[in-house]
Nanobody
Framework: QGHFVESGGGWVQAGGSLTLSCAAASRDTFIGWYRQAPGKQRELVAG???????NYADSVKGRFTISRDNAKNTLYLQMNNLKPEDTAVYHCNTLDFRKWYDWGKGTQVTVSS
């Protein structure tokens, strides 16, 4: 498997919730969740440092929560009150775009209205 292996995606109605998980091969200092919808650019939705400091895209503030378990090399994204515009393939990676690992398959999130 790749450096990051994402899981937990699925299909939900608007207003529903999902939790994504990302198993990592190492503990990187600053990692996060990206998403990309068909025909749109990849965007960063949330990031977290190894000490637990977080940041979020304006579009997901108050709805998504990023966390990490350093002992397990696992990254999480709790997504609440999902909207159709959240539909995308979600990937995890370092937040340093100069050092991105291979993107892999990601996990698909589909939100219907």
């Amino acid at each position: 498997q790749g450096h990051f292996v994402e899981s937990g995606g699925g299909w939900v109605q608007a207003g529903g919730s999902l939790t994504l998980s990302c198993a990592a091969a190492s503990r990187d200092t600053f990692i996060g969740w990206y998403r990309q919808a068909p025909g749109k650019q990849r965007e960063l939705v949330a990031g977290i440092t190894i000490t637990g400091s977080t940041n979020y895209a304006d579009s997901v503030k108050g709805r998504f929560t990023i966390s990490r378990d350093n002992a397990k090399n696992t990254l999480y994204l709790q997504m609440n009150n999902l909207k159709p515009e959240d539909t995308a393939v979600y990937h995890c990676n370092t937040l340093d775009f100069r050092k991105w690992y291979d993107w892999g398959k990601g996990t698909q999130v589909t939100v219907s209205s």
